[in-house]
């Protein structure tokens, strides 16, 4: 997925939005009044018409007012990809979520720097995701997925995103960093700790998300001291210890990296596996036509992430007064790409809303993000993804939904707490 930020913002309250939103209809609100960013929207997926009137009436959008102040939307495809194009106008920096940093908390991360350290520090760990990589992650892969695949339960209920997306994305993970494997669920927890709405399920408060990554930092800090003794390998870790743009971070931009790394390697996966279980549910006639047809899973896979957009937007800040779509964007702006919503564009996909394994033009999809701060991760994400349908179709006839999914209130991680299902047996 696109890299991912690691600089969770302040927030003093879980009703920082007003929940009422998901009871009221978008062509009935003022639309200069349009917070799209209101977490309650996503954890109750009532977003998608509020997005299509943007779309329609006000393409690039200034939101007045929210608890993150001004920012800008941008919902069109067309209009996303010239943002997230041009870094000579539009900033990564100082961060890639709508809320700031902490003043007195900062975590530096490359996705949310410039050229020319970006590039530097990207480039850095880089090789632990290439293409030869991939070739050794892939017998890894494939065993472990079907070691998690057989352990499940037939004709019981259970959560699919406990049982299988995490499970499977956490031991990736831990291969990733070379992390201890009896330890991955740390790898989990802080990825859920980073983006966590503070009253919302996962945390309290901000001093308790703080004190949890700051033992993240302890337990990487001590890895980093192993590694910086040995020789150099292909572990994140290791790669970050030895690479010349990266001997020298401190503490915070360390943790800011490895946090980065973490909901890159996690987050996303995991809720693009359990959207393509709901999918296939949605849509029983693309399951029937992709059991039918297994060589569509890669496109079945491109179109999951499309359909989900596990990252449902990345900020930019303007280096510069603008214009984009004839708005006149200032110097210092908060711009907001909404891939959630450019990925639903009816201008550039056909049925936008539907879920069909073999679009022609999936792989234009947004959500590995375009120009420099493209996904890096993202053909493991893609070969898990189509590992773990090649081996659920050798095994189950079907993964049957039995229950409405819970979903991750964030608006900016689409996300999934659980998804009750069954397994059936291949007949």
Known sequence: MPETAADPHSTNSADYHDPTVVDKDP?????????????????????????????????????????????????????????????????????????????????????????PRHDEQRAVVNPAVRAEQLRIFEPIIRERTREVLDSLPIGEEFNWVEKVSIELTTRMLATLFDFPFEDRAKLTRWSDVTFAIPGMGVIDSDEQRRK?????????????????NEEPKGDFISLLAHGSATQEMDPLEYLGNILLLIVGGNDTTRNSMTASVLCQNLYPDQFRKLKANQKLIPNMVS???????????????????????????????????????????????????????DRVNVRSHLSFGFGIHRCMGNRVGEMQL???????????????????????????????AALPVVLHARK
């Not at 939101?63 to 996303?80: A, K, L």
């Open 386 to 416: 189509r590992i773990l349908w090649e081996e659920i179709l050798e095994r189950f006839d079907s993964i049957e939904v039995v229950g409405e999914p819970e979903r991750v209130p964030s608006s900016f991680i689409r996300g999934y």
């Open 27 to 115: 062509y009935d609100v003022d639309i200069a009044d349009f917070n799209v960013a209101n977490p309650h929207l996503f954890s109750s997926d009532t977003l998608w018409p509020w997005f299509k009137r943007l779309r329609e009436e006000d393409p690039v959008h200034y939101c007045r007012n929210s608890m993150f102040g001004p920012y800008w939307s941008v919902t069109r495809y067309q209009d996303i990809m010239e943002v997230d194009t041009s870094h000579d106008i539009y900033s990564s920096e100082p961060s890639i979520t709508v809320g700031d940093l902490q003043e007195d908390f900062k975590l530096s991360t490359f996705i949310a720097m410039d050229r």
């Open 212 to 228: 949890e990554l700051l033992e993240c930092l302890a337990a990487f800090t001590e890895l980093w001291n192993q590694r910086i």
């Open 303 to 357: 179109e999951t992430i499309r359909w989900q957009t596990p990252l449902a937007y990345m900020r930019r800040t303007a280096k510069e007064d603008t214009t984009l779509a004839g708005k006149e964007i200032k110097k210092g702006d908060k711009v907001l790409m909404w891939y959630v919503s450019g990925n639903r564009d009816e201008s550039h996909f056909d049925n936008p809303d539907d879920y069909i394994i």
